[in-house]
């Protein structure tokens, strides 16, 4: 009978195997460091990262860890991956640097947050500037000029 029941314990441990294997989360994994390769994929799409395989089992958290130059916006160094973290998703501005950071979980590649540019720059529409003064100066000069025609003759 104990022959038997250790028989039966070993069946309903290998069938609950995949379960215990499929618990586990998958998650996007590359890494790009300013001035080296993948910057773009790691980036915007994870899934595409040719520096090795892109997915990860993890047993904690998906995360991704980020960092932007504070004036451009542009990433100069980004992680995805997983992690058994607190930390808080956010981010926080240093002297010369944005470094931001995420996790999740629950969902398999969860952690695929586009970041082609810093997240506090994202709102601010920075490439427009230049040609709205540039559009507020020639307005200006134009209007001088009438100003000036209709003074002078």
Not at 24 to 36: A, E, I, L, S
Not at 71 to 89: H, L, M, N, S, W
Not at 92 to 104: A, E, M, N, P
Not at 108 to 116: A, F, I, V
């Amino acid at each position: 009978m104990n022959f038997c029941w250790v028989i039966l314990s070993a069946q309903i441990c290998f069938l609950m195997l995949p379960a215990i294997i499929d618990s586990r989360q998958m998650c996007w994994t590359c890494q790009f460091v300013q001035n080296g390769n993948g910057k773009d994929e790691c980036a915007n799409d994870p899934g595409n990262w040719t520096g090795g395989d892109p997915r990860i089992r993890c047993l904690y958290k998906c995360i991704t860890s980020a960092e932007f130059d504070k004036v451009t916006g542009d990433p100069t160094f980004i992680y995805r991956g997983c992690a058994e973290t607190t930390q808080k998703d956010g981010c926080v501005v240093t002297d010369f640097k944005h470094v931001c950071y995420y996790s999740c979980e629950g969902q398999h590649y969860c952690n695929d947050k586009m970041l082609s540019l810093s997240p506090l720059l994202q709102d601010k529409d920075t490439s427009a500037r230049p040609i709205a003064h540039t559009a507020l100066l020639i307005a200006w000069v134009i209007s001088i000029v009438f100003i000036a025609h209709a003074l002078f003759h």
